[in-house]
């Protein structure tokens, strides 16, 4: 059992940053591999990034070169630095606990409330 809070949403101009982070609670958040997710309205929801227990990384390839995913097993956090952001940036993003094999994660039924992302002019 994990239970995620996610905070960092906010407005952001086009090329603009943002560092989302993801606190999570319970005993064996280290086990994890953790990701981002966002949903924009009318789409379906996408995998943005990904990283292991061990601290290995997987990026969708519309993020790859802008975003960071880190992790923090001390602390139980699990950050998303964006940066160059663009309009179709725009979502909300959930952090979710799962599994990698072989380079695809899965993901487990443990996700935070969502933060709002939104870039515009």
């Known amino acids: 059992q994990v239970q995620l809070v996610e905070s960092g949403g906010g407005l952001v101009q086009p090329g603009g940053s943002l560092r989302l982070s993801c606190a999570a609670s319970g005993t064996i958040f280290t086990i994890y591999a953790m990701a981002w997710y966002r949903q924009a309205p009318g789409k379906q929801r996408e995998l943005v990034a990904a990283i292991t227990s061990g601290g290995s990384t997987n990026y969708a390839d519309s993020v790859k070169g802008r975003f960071t995913i880190s992790r923090d097993n001390a602390k139980k956090t699990v950050y998303l630095q964006m940066n160059s952001l663009k309009p179709e940036d725009t979502a909300v993003y959930s952090c979710?606990?799962?599994?990698?094999?072989?380079?695809?994660?899965?993901?487990?039924?443990?996700w935070g409330q969502g933060t709002q992302v939104t870039v515009s002019s």
């Open positions: 979710n606990a799962g599994y990698g094999n072989s380079g695809t994660y899965y993901p487990y039924d443990y």
